[in-house]
Structures are given as structure tokens and as C-alpha cells.
């Protein structure tokens, strides 16, 4: 069972260091620091639970069961935490949410502070690491600090099910899937690892031994639930970075076809390192360069062809803006022989402003890479390929 309560504490721990991956913005931040706090006092009380660790812990201090107060601690600390994240998560006005979080601090402060003065008040000599919560069910002040610290949980974890469902209706995406996963993991906390410890305390008032479920269905139920709690605190977080990522990955190799013809009249400078770079700052670079390479093309640029090829592509019944395209597209084709060719400009014309070059997302790029890659059919009434076609 250590090993599962271990495993829990390094769930937990993992989160944390995802979730803090820049410490100084977290700090700033308080809805992040509040998550930050939830994972990491969530991780501590794994590792206090462990019965290696409260061996350890009573050896230490030299009192039997010290571990079982400071673990309960832990335990009251993490679910103030997150009654925290909950009021942050709310949000209102500022001094609203401060008042509520310094209620609740002071809430569970005196909690822990109960805890403490009841088992120093109660007869607990014989060391129990793994049976505490049934072995002293029924001693005096001992049964009070059980009672309390599972009802501080509760009441956690029941304000956490019920903002995270209210809230799940209202957002979408990432969001909503990480909020289910909080309720999944706080309702598997509750109907798992609680019930449990409360259903073995109350056999034990009633003279009834059902202490395996404390001590051997409690604990895994309480790591699973950390699990989906930290998938839950980290999908809305990491999600969609990965996705933004996976993106520029697709983008940047569907310019490929753009970056090959215009590459060597590009004159931007190489990314330092450019095969360690994320895929967002490739396709940023790869993007700076394609357009300080139409800007060198751009003197090239034969618009009475660019006109040929858009009255053809709307002759054979193109839209107006995949006849630009395609236009584009031959005109660029050309702009870039021409320039490799080292002939001569054609006429100026007046200035004209690629498609690409109008609006600020990759996908004006994108769009004309991939009419250059696109290869003539003579059944969607298309033009020839802008490099075949006999106009240029």
C-alpha cells in the first residue's frame, strides 16, 4: 500500500512541476499559485500518509502517532487550499475574494489547531501506522480528531464537486474536460477513500470490524482520485499548447511547397539552432522569411500575366478568390524564375499586395503554398498548374 500512496504524492508532485513551469508568472498569478498550493499540499499529504514515512515521523519526535496529526494537518491544509482555488476560480471583486480566503484560512486553521489539542489530550501510546483512524475509532479525543478531519475533507471536496459542475456548463473545450475529471476524481475521493474511513469508524462505534476498508480499499481510491484530480488541474493547461503546437507543425510543413520556390531570394538570417526549436517559433521564422523573400520578388511580379491566368481560372469556373489564387500563385512562379534567371523586371504596373500579405494569420500563406502544390484537374474546371501553364 505505500507504493499506491507513494505513487499518489508523485502524481501530485508531477502536476505541481507542470503547473509552475514558470515560477515568477505563477506567483503573479493567483489563480495559478492556488493551484500550484492545492497540487503541492495534496502531494505532501501522500507522502506524511505513507506508513514509511510516519514510522519515521514518530522516530523522529519521539511520540507515538505524531505522524497521524501532522498527516490530518496536511490533510485539513490541502483542502483549504482548495476551497481557495474555488474562490479564486469564482473570481469578483478583490476585496470580496480576499475576505473570503482569509475566512477560510482562519476556518482551517483552527481545524488543524483542534486537531493538534485533541491528540495531545488523548492516550494514543501504541504506534499505528496503517490502522490509526479504526484502532482509536472509540477513544476519547481521538475519535473527535478523526471525526473532524474527515468532515473538514468532506466539506472540501463537496464545494469542489458542486463550482466545478456549476462551472462546467458555462465553458467548453479543454475546460469543461478538465472540470470533469475534478469531479470525477473529488466524487471518487468521496464515494472511495472517505465512505470507506467512515463506514470502518462507524463499524468500529458499533462494535463491528470492517477495517479493511481503510486500510486496504481507502488508499488506492485515494490515488486514483489524485490521478484524475491532476489530469483534471492540468488539461485545460497543457492542452492547448499542444494543440497550438501541433498546428505550427502542420503549417509549417504545408509552406513547405512556398518556402522550396521562393527560398533563394529569401535574405532573412537562420534561426540559431533551428532543429531545436518548437514548432511555433519554426513557423514564425519560416514565415519572416517567405515574406522578406516576396518583398524581393516583388519587382518581378508580371501583372498582365496575373490577370491572364485570373480571367481564365474564373472562365473555367473558379470563385473570384481561388482565381486570385491561382493567379497569384503564376505570377509568384514566374517573379521567381525571372529573379533566379537574373533577367531583366517587367514593366512596373503600380503596386499590388499579394493575398498572403493582407491578413495577419498563416493561412493567407498557407492558402498560396498549397495552390502552388495543388495539381491541375480538368474536372473542378482549375487552370494548368501555374509553372506548366503556356500564358507564362
Same mark, same amino acid.
Given at each position: 500500500?505505500?507504493?499506491?500512496?507513494?505513487?499518489?504524492?508523485?502524481?501530485?508532485?508531477?502536476?505541481?512541476?507542470?503547473?509552475?513551469?514558470?515560477?515568477?508568472?505563477?506567483?503573479?498569478?493567483?489563480?495559478?499559485?492556488?493551484?500550484?498550493?492545492?497540487?503541492?499540499?495534496?502531494?505532501?499529504?501522500?507522502?506524511?500518509?505513507?506508513?514509511?514515512?510516519?514510522?519515521?515521523?514518530?522516530?523522529?519526535?519521539?511520540?507515538?502517532?505524531?505522524?497521524?496529526?501532522?498527516?490530518?494537518?496536511?490533510?485539513?491544509?490541502?483542502?483549504?487550499?482548495?476551497?481557495?482555488?474555488?474562490?479564486?476560480?469564482?473570481?469578483?471583486?478583490?476585496?470580496?475574494?480576499?475576505?473570503?480566503?482569509?475566512?477560510?484560512?482562519?476556518?482551517? %486553521? !483552527? $481545524?488543524?489547531?483542534? &486537531?493538534?489539542?485533541?491528540? @495531545?489530550?488523548?492516550? =494514543?501510546?501504541?504506534? +499505528?501506522? #496503517?490502522?490509526?483512524?479504526?484502532?482509536?475509532?472509540?477513544?476519547?479525543?481521538?475519535?473527535?480528531?478523526?471525526?473532524?478531519?474527515?468532515?473538514?475533507?468532506?466539506?472540501?471536496?463537496?464545494?469542489?464537486?458542486?463550482?466545478?459542475?456549476?462551472?462546467?456548463?458555462?465553458?467548453?473545450?479543454?475546460?469543461?474536460?478538465?472540470?470533469?475529471?475534478?469531479?470525477? %476524481? !473529488? $466524487?471518487?475521493?468521496? &464515494?472511495?477513500?472517505?465512505? @470507506?474511513?467512515?463506514? =470502518?469508524?462507524?463499524? +468500529?462505534? #458499533?462494535?463491528?470490524?470492517?477495517?479493511?476498508?481503510?486500510?486496504?480499499?481507502?488508499?488506492?481510491?485515494?490515488?486514483?482520485?489524485?490521478?484524475?484530480?491532476?489530469?483534471?488541474?492540468?488539461?485545460?493547461?497543457?492542452?492547448?499548447?499542444?494543440?497550438?503546437?501541433?498546428?505550427?507543425?502542420?503549417?509549417?510543413?504545408?509552406?513547405?511547397?512556398?518556402?522550396?520556390?521562393?527560398?533563394?531570394?529569401?535574405?532573412?538570417?537562420?534561426?540559431?539552432?533551428?532543429?531545436?526549436?518548437?514548432?511555433?517559433?519554426?513557423?514564425?521564422?519560416?514565415?519572416?522569411?517567405?515574406?522578406?523573400?516576396?518583398?524581393?520578388?516583388?519587382?518581378?511580379?508580371?501583372?498582365?500575366?496575373?490577370?491572364?491566368?485570373?480571367?481564365?481560372?474564373?472562365?473555367?469556373?473558379?470563385?473570384?478568390?481561388?482565381?486570385?489564387?491561382?493567379?497569384?500563385?503564376?505570377?509568384?512562379?514566374?517573379?521567381?524564375?525571372?529573379?533566379?534567371?537574373?533577367?531583366?523586371?517587367?514593366?512596373?504596373?503600380?503596386?499590388?499586395?499579394?493575398?498572403?500579405?493582407?491578413?495577419?494569420?498563416?493561412?493567407?500563406?498557407?492558402?498560396?503554398?498549397?495552390?502552388?502544390?495543388?495539381?491541375?484537374?480538368?474536372?473542378?474546371?482549375?487552370?494548368?498548374?501555374?509553372?506548366?501553364?503556356?500564358?507564362?
Amino acid at each position: 500500500m505505500s507504493l499506491l500512496v507513494y505513487l499518489g504524492g508523485l502524481v501530485f508532485g508531477l502536476t505541481s512541476v507542470l503547473v509552475a513551469r514558470r515560477p515568477r508568472a505563477a506567483l503573479r498569478n493567483p489563480l495559478t499559485l492556488s493551484t500550484w498550493l492545492a497540487i503541492v499540499l495534496g502531494a505532501l499529504v501522500f507522502v506524511c500518509a505513507a506508513p514509511p514515512t510516519l514510522a519515521a515521523v514518530n522516530d523522529l519526535t519521539g511520540i507515538p502517532n505524531f505522524g497521524a496529526p501532522l498527516t490530518y494537518g496536511m490533510l485539513n491544509a490541502y483542502s483549504c487550499a482548495v476551497l481557495v482555488l474555488i474562490i479564486n476560480w469564482r473570481g469578483g471583486p478583490r476585496e470580496r475574494v480576499r475576505r473570503l480566503v482569509l475566512r477560510t484560512v482562519a476556518a482551517y %486553521g !483552527a $481545524l488543524t489547531a483542534a &486537531l493538534v489539542v485533541l491528540f @495531545a489530550l488523548a492516550d =494514543a501510546d501504541t504506534e +499505528r501506522l #496503517t490502522d490509526l483512524d479504526t484502532y482509536y475509532a472509540t477513544t476519547p479525543f481521538l475519535r473527535e480528531m478523526i471525526v473532524l478531519y474527515l468532515l473538514g475533507h468532506s466539506a472540501a471536496m463537496l464545494a469542489l464537486v458542486r463550482v466545478c459542475l456549476k462551472w462546467g456548463r458555462e465553458v467548453t473545450g479543454s475546460l469543461r474536460t478538465g472540470l470533469r475529471l475534478i469531479v470525477l %476524481g !473529488a $466524487l471518487l475521493d468521496l &464515494l472511495g477513500f472517505q465512505l @470507506a474511513k467512515y463506514t =470502518a469508524v462507524v463499524a +468500529r462505534w #458499533t462494535g463491528h470490524d470492517l477495517d479493511v476498508l481503510s486500510t486496504r480499499v481507502a488508499p488506492p481510491m485515494a490515488s486514483l482520485a489524485a490521478l484524475l484530480c491532476s489530469a483534471g488541474f492540468l488539461l485545460p493547461r497543457l492542452l492547448p499548447p499542444v494543440l497550438a503546437h501541433r498546428r505550427a507543425l502542420r503549417d509549417h510543413r504545408r509552406l513547405e511547397p512556398l518556402w522550396a520556390l521562393v527560398r533563394p531570394a529569401s535574405t532573412a538570417p537562420g534561426p540559431p539552432a533551428a532543429r531545436w526549436l518548437l514548432p511555433q517559433e519554426r513557423l514564425q521564422w519560416r514565415e519572416v522569411a517567405i515574406h522578406d523573400a516576396l518583398l524581393t520578388l516583388a519587382p518581378y511580379f508580371d501583372h498582365r500575366l496575373r490577370e491572364r491566368v485570373r480571367d481564365a481560372a474564373l472562365d473555367a469556373g473558379r470563385s473570384p478568390h481561388r482565381a486570385r489564387l491561382a493567379a497569384e500563385a503564376a505570377m509568384l512562379t514566374e517573379a521567381a524564375r525571372r529573379a533566379a534567371a537574373r533577367e531583366e523586371p517587367p514593366e512596373p504596373s503600380g503596386t499590388y499586395r499579394l493575398h498572403a500579405t493582407e491578413v495577419s494569420s498563416t493561412g493567407g500563406l498557407v492558402e498560396l503554398a498549397q495552390e502552388l502544390n495543388r495539381p491541375p484537374t480538368a474536372s473542378d474546371g482549375a487552370v494548368p498548374s501555374p509553372v506548366a501553364d503556356p500564358l507564362t
